[in-house]
C-alpha cells in the first residue's frame, strides 16, 4: 500500500522527550477518510503511553485521541462524510465488528479494538499512530460529526474526557432527580459536573481542596463536599444514586462507599491497577452497594454525546497550547496545573 510521510511529535523512548517525527500515513482505501487535524487534546492517557508507564508501549509512539478535524479527502465507498466536513476521532480508529459488544454498538469493549495510537494498523502491518500530527486516515464508521455551532478546540477533549464520564451517566440512567456525585475535579471531572448537571441531576463534587469549592460549583455541582471533613461526610452518607470516580491515582475508596444510597454505585473511570487500601465489604453487603468500572464508548454513544453538547453547549475548560510546548504541558499535567484540559492548537506544528 502507498504511503504519505508527515509530520508528526512523538518519543523513542520512555525517557525521551517528544519530538518532531516523520509518521506514515496510509493512502486512503474505499471506505477511508482523510482528515487535516485542527486541534487535539491532550490526555493523561498520552503521557502514561509516551512514558510506558503501562509495560506495553512500542515506540515510536506518536500519542492523541482527542482530535478535531476537516475532511481533505474521502475514499470511493464513503457515504457519511465529504471534503470539508467537520469532523473528530476519538480513542477508538477499528474493531472486529463481529462481536457481541461490536454488534451492541460497544466497541470500546471488543476483544480486537484498535487504538488511535498503539494499536495496530491492519492496512500498514504497523502500529497505529495519534494526533499529535498534521493528519490521519481514519475507516468512516470511526469518524463522528462535530456540531459546527462548538468551540472547535474546546469540543477536542469531549472525545475522551467527556465520553469516559459520559457512558456511566448513561448506562446507570442519570437523569432529573439523580442524586450523582462525581470524585476528582480535573479533565475528567470537570467534564462529568457539566454533563451530570445538562442531564438534570441533582451533582455533588467531592474534593480534598477547598480552593477547589467555587470552581466546583461554576462548572455545575449544585454542592462541594470536602472529603477530609468527617462532618461533611457525615452528611450525606446513604444519599447518592451514582458516585464517578475520576481520580487518576491509587485512593482509598472505602470513604465514599458509605455515601451511596441502597443500591448505588461507584464507578471507577480513572484509575487502571490495583486498589490501596482494598475494599472494605461491610457496606457493600449492608445496602446492595456496588464499586463497578467504566472504559470510554462506543462510537454510537460518543456521536449522541456530541450531539448533547451541541444542543446544550458543552465544551471542556481548555489552554491552548502550541506542539513545540507539549513536555512542558506534560509536566504541567503531573502536578495538576491545568484548568482543565491542554489542547495542542495543531498549526504550530504545520509551522
Known sequence: MSTKTIKAYGTKSAESDLE???INRRSVTAKDVEIDILFCGVCHSDLHFARNDWGMTQYPVVPGHEIVGKVTQVGTGV???KVGD???VGCLVDSCRSCNNCKDDLEQYCPQWVGTYGGYDKHLNSP???GYSEAIVVDEDFVL???ENLDQAGIAPVLCAG??????LRQWKVGKGSK???VGLGGLGHMALKLANALGADVTLFSRSPNKVQD???????????????????GVMNHFDLIIDTVPYAHDLNPYIGTLATNGTLVVVGYLGPLDPMLVTVPMIMGRRSVAGSLIGGIAETQELLDFCGKHNITSDIEIIKMQDINLAYERMLKSDVHYRFVIDMKSLKK
Open 20 to 22: 518532531q517525527l516523520n
Open 79 to 81: 457515504s457519511k462524510y
Open 86 to 88: 467537520l469532523v473528530a
Open 128 to 130: 497505529t499512530h495519534g
Open 145 to 147: 460529526r462535530v456540531p
Open 163 to 168: 465520553i469516559t464520564t459520559w457512558s456511566p
Open 180 to 182: 450523582v456525585a462525581v
Open 216 to 234: 466546583g460549583l461554576d462548572l455545575g455541582a449544585h454542592q462541594v463536599i470536602i472529603s477530609t471533613d468527617e462532618a461533611q461526610m457525615e
